[in-house]
């Protein structure tokens, strides 16, 4: 069975930094398509925030390009989002997303910024 395991969130201030991580089990790292991550602030529709493929392809929302990294460490089956600069818009709950044939989702962790 495949999991999805985010941590990292929490609060912040703005222009403050977090980095999330979502562990993923139960699937071979190397046979994943693409990883995404997602967030959904409370009355608004999920988005998507940043893609990796397994190729090493990223792509970014305009919202958050140069703010925002994602990355992969295959020794450990994880993928990061490094986010710098934040604004009190990028509260929401971030949700990691795998691709392989069909998709999974983590259970998401809470990103609040916030003076």
């Known amino acids: 069975q495949v999991h999805l395991v985010e941590s990292g969130g929490g609060s912040v201030q703005p222009g403050g930094s977090l980095r999330l991580s979502c562990a993923t089990s139960g699937i071979a790292f190397n046979s994943i398509d693409d990883m995404a991550w997602y967030r959904q602030a409370p009355g608004k529709q999920r988005e998507m925030v940043a893609l990796?493929?397994?190729?090493?392809?990223?792509d970014y929302a305009d919202s958050v390009k140069g703010r925002f990294t994602i990355s992969r460490d295959f020794a450990k089956n994880t993928v990061y989002l490094q986010m710098n600069s934040l604004k009190s818009e990028d509260t929401a709950v971030y949700y990691c997303r795998a691709r392989r044939n069909e998709l999974y989702w983590g259970q998401g962790t809470q990103v609040t910024v916030s003076s």
């Open positions: 990796l493929t397994n190729r090493g392809f990223t």
